[in-house]
């Protein structure tokens, strides 16, 4: 191939295929940037030496396909090109046969090309000739067969689970298929492999692990996909550390092998009780400081009453320091990140600037004692240039508007942060969450994740208190992966339903077959799910899921390229039984 | 693992998890079978030795789960069992912990088990435990991973294509995906991923490939579930001899490295006519002969216008001869067989017995000749004993009823086999087929096959003399996988469609993303699919496709053990714009 093609080769006679990327003719030469998978390479056709191919050369345009034939020699030094591996070379040309004429194509194939998006993802087969996304893609295969060697040389069997599942009544939204043979009867494409991988270590297949499109029929956000691909695994015998250990060795692994990077082994742990306390996050971006520190106690009694209100009903006021960032922020700006917090449920934010002069400037510290004032400096370190933001709410609101005030504060700023990649597990989460609406308890996970030895006891009485073995993979402030222990107990589940408020009848309607092969000698099990996109992502530093997708979808689940989805015929929704009632416009 | 322990670990301490697969009380000592994914291990609870692990021993039952430790100590001699890999030996238990308990299981957890395939499908999570489907999922598993590797290694580019696709006009019937977003409008489950594989290519990229799942909503046979897995592969700048090469290296090496079986290299190639006119099927079972013989030039002008008419109207007249059976076939048997080929469309089937003394038995010879009899019998090959079967229609009814015919005969009479397997590429299919309903021709593979380059003159002037540049893998009658070479000019696609009647715009509606990119240089490209399905029905040895799939679905698409598919909220169709107008009773 193209790029294969070094000094070694010198005076031999190849053959290559490609694509012209470029023809650049100087009357009597033409010189042709040849392109193929691997890269490119110069032909030269000149008229004096050759004159068909010369001839040939002077009728081809950008993208035409070639096969040529020539003599590996040197470029006069002149003529090197550093910016292509095979910049000292080219082929002085034999033979030149044109296997296919091109059109001129809509967007120019070139990094710098500045097509919009919508055009890109028409033309996709252009843009995947570029070298980011092409590159992005061989990274992806390449990252799939480190996995998979790695997985099966530790006893991991790839097994392959329905895609045409039954659809599933808790989560997110499923897509739908209508069945054909039993009418009125939908299947659904799975949202993960989760039952079916318990399954699987129930009938004793000990270690399972599949990379499978997973399917969730949401809006899309910048980082989603209807449907997306998982590194899916799931260990029989094992407890917390022996997945962990396990996933860990695997992501050193390809981080290595991928993109030669080494991560500090073992991989950093932290409770999720503390990632919230310091970071307001459950996959806290540990590269930069700027943590959240909690004023409660110091502001518990007093008089001014949108500190002290939250903190009395079992809510908190907590703050950042922004370092130095006083007289970044105008008060415009200031504005902005106030309505920027109210996103996230806070009604307001507060914040105490410390001038160069050591002066303060906030609006209200007039509500405060210059006692509580200090206090809070204090606490935050601050010091001259100093702002501090301060949010007073339940503490889910206080957590999610400064966890996230700080990643845009971040940004805005652009704070120094950690080069490379800071991996954290982020440990022991809450088993439920209480859904204020519904007035009852949530599985933070889903319902087949086990409590923490240690807090058994505390499943009836205090079920808000109990930790689950649940661990997420947090790289960068990015999810990379999550799983957890399941349950293996008969009793445990049971206790597990009645604090969620199943009925017998509830439990069986939504995890019936599940329900009934646990009955039958289950072995103690869990696992793991990487998000492969988002992997691929962090390998190849992109924040554009569909550069790392051969056929993306855009956020209102469109292919632009192929037009799906489309309209289907009459005919065929009648074999379905099925009937279109509402129709976008 | 069970069966990891040697006699190398004599005396060492090991701790082992797994399934009781069978407990035997002698008093006062308990023998227990622990089964793990790896095989057995003997356990040994000794009242006078340990009681309390006794006690426990006394209390498990079948399908408990068992973590136990102890020493690896030799069997007595009478105690060998040369059944179990690790019969000799067994483990003087130590501790026991019971880490589950198990109802009786429905099904008997053993090869012997006769349980129907209906409630060995509902509980699926028992019936995977059995050493049979267990093995085969390991097999499919290793099958994968050294065709990954292999495919790997040559260049190839694993790259995903999308699920949600568009819904196709041709070929079987999609499943379909109803759009909530674009209501009204639907995506298609893929039947192949072949217009994305096409249009990799001409982006770039080189060599493709994928072990996907492709999706056909058609009723169901034998060896077909309505979602199955493809070995899918696609190669840029190649011709037939270079996809034949890869494919033929990469079975070579699967069958070897899966089940140590040498493939004669190079598999053997048979022209599609030749396969026909020799076994009157384009996937001919080589194992054994009993091949169709051509009676037209003989009959042509016979009097008996069963069969004269026939090869008038451009048919003719064949049989096949069954060697040895004509007392095997009573006159109800040879009724039984006239009515087997009816059902492929033969009015008739005629036969000549000769009988063991030399006499002839047959109800057709009064309206032939006597040399016209003789003619028959002499070509083919006929004895004492011997029974020729002949069928006179159209060469589609001829082929069909007794392509079919002989491998029914061969089953029913067990006919010797060569041993192994016989593989064999049948190749230069015809590009087209007549369609007399439609009376048009129709694509035999799919429109973009190219045809051979010394018909491309035909292709105006007599489409159904062209030859595609088409291939199939056939092993021992079953077809493996195949694929062709596609066209990549413009200017020959026009002239095929002009064959297949199609109007720009249908040809647009139909193709037209692909239509599209091909007009952006596109590489001379070709590539193959294969069923892995299949080709893991082949290694490990059975006709039944549900034992070569983790969790298949019954002949009217249901999982037994899961109750997919099944009915779902109003809501959610509500949300999705469709009714549901015609349910099953």
New interface residues.
């Given amino acids: ?1 193209c790029a294969e093609i070094t000094k070694e080769d010198l005076g031999k006679k190849v053959t290559l ?4 990327q470029r023809r650049r003719d100087l009357g009597g030469v033409i010189f042709i940037h040849l ?3 691997s890269g490119i390479m110069q032909l030269v056709a000149n008229s004096e030496l050759n004159k068909e191919v010369f001839e040939t050369a002077e009728n081809i345009r950008n ?3 070639l ?1 040529v034939s020539g003599e590996v020699v040197l470029r006069d030094e002149e003529n090197f090109n550093p910016n292509i591996e095979t910049g000292e070379l080219e082929l002085k040309l034999d033979t030149m046969e044109v ?5 001129t ?1 809509p967007i120019y194939i070139d990094e710098s090309d500045n097509a919009n998006e919508a055009t890109r993802l028409e ?4 843009d ?2 570029k070298d980011k996304i ?1 590159n992005n ?2 990274t ?2 390449k990252t ?2 480190v996995v ?2 790695f997985l ?1 040389s530790e006893g991991f ?11 599933t009544p808790e989560g997110a ?17 799975p949202q993960s492999p989760q ?2 991988k318990q ?2 270590m ?5 270690r399972y692990y599949q990379i499978v ?1 997973c ?1 969730r ?1 949401e ?1 899309l956000r910048q980082d989603r996909q ?2 997306f ?1 998982q590194i899916d695994l799931e260990m ?2 094992v407890d917390v550390d022996d997945v962990i250990d396990v996933n860990e060795r695997l992501v050193k692994k390809v981080f290595k092998e991928i993109i030669d990077y080494d991560i500090e082994a073992p991989i950093m742990r932290m409770e999720f009780s503390e990632a919230m306390d310091r970071f307001g996050s459950d996959k806290p971006d540990t590269r930069f400081g700027m943590e959240l520190f909690d004023l409660s106690d110091l502001l518990k009694d007093c008089k001014f009453n949108v500190f002290a209100g939250p903190i009395k009903n079992g809510g908190s006021v907590r703050a950042i320091n922004a370092k130095g960032l006083a007289d970044f922020f105008s008060r415009r700006d200031i504005d902005a990140l106030v309505d920027y917090v109210k996103t996230y449920g806070a009604k307001g934010l507060a914040w105490i600037a410390v001038n160069e002069d050591g002066s303060i400037k906030s609006q209200i510290t007039k509500f405060l004692s210059e006692e509580e004032t200090k206090g809070i400096l204090d606490r935050a370190k601050a010091e001259n240039g100093d702002i501090v933001f301060i949010v007073a709410d339940k503490n889910k609101v206080v957590y999610d508007s400064l966890g996230n005030l700080r990643l845009h504060i971040a940004k805005k700023a652009e704070i120094k942060m950690d080069e490379g990649f800071n991996f954290l597990w982020v440990t022991n989460f809450p088993m439920f969450e209480y859904d204020e609406n519904e007035k009852r308890y949530k599985a933070m996970h889903h319902p087949f994740t086990a409590p923490m030895d240690e807090d058994l006891d505390k499943l009836e009485s205090e079920p808000g208190e109990v930790r689950a073995k649940a661990y997420d993979l947090v790289v960068n402030g990015v999810e990379m992966g999550g799983g957890s222990i399941r349950i ?2 008969g009793e445990v589940q049971q206790k597990v339903f009645n604090v969620l408020g199943f009925s017998d009848e509830e439990a069986e309607n939504k995890f ?2 599940l329900l009934k ?1 646990l ?6 099990h869990g696992g793991l799910a990487f998000g492969l996109d988002r992997m691929i992502m962090l390998l190849v530093d992109t924040e554009n899921i569909r550069d790392v ?3 993306p ?1 855009t956020q ?4 632009l ?8 015929s009459e005919e ?1 929704l ?11 416009e």
């Avoid at 296997?99 to 059109?103: G, K, P, Q």
């Avoid at 033309?123 to 252009?126: A, G, K, S, T």
């Avoid at 009955?519 to 103690?524: R, S, V, W």
């Avoid at 209102?556 to 292919?559: A, K, L, P």
């Fill in positions: 191939m295929s490609g694509w012209v392109r193929d998978r993208e035409y396909v096969k296997l296919d004429s091109a059109n194509p033309y996709r087969f252009l995947l000739r092409k893609l061989i992806r295969a799939c067969s998979r060697n099966d069997l790839e097994i392959e689970t329905p895609f045409l599942g039954k659809p939204r499923d897509f739908l298929v209508p069945s054909r043979i039993r009418k009125g009867k939908f299947f659904g494409l039952l079916f399954i699987l129930v009938s004793g297949m000990d499109k399917f029929d809006d209807p449907e691909t029989s015998f293996h107990s019936g077959f092969a009955k039958y000698g289950t072995p103690p997708i051969a056929f979808k209102n689940h469109t292919c390229m192929s037009d799906a989805p489309s309209i289907v065929q009648e074999e379905l039984g099925i009937e279109v009632v509402d129709e976008e």
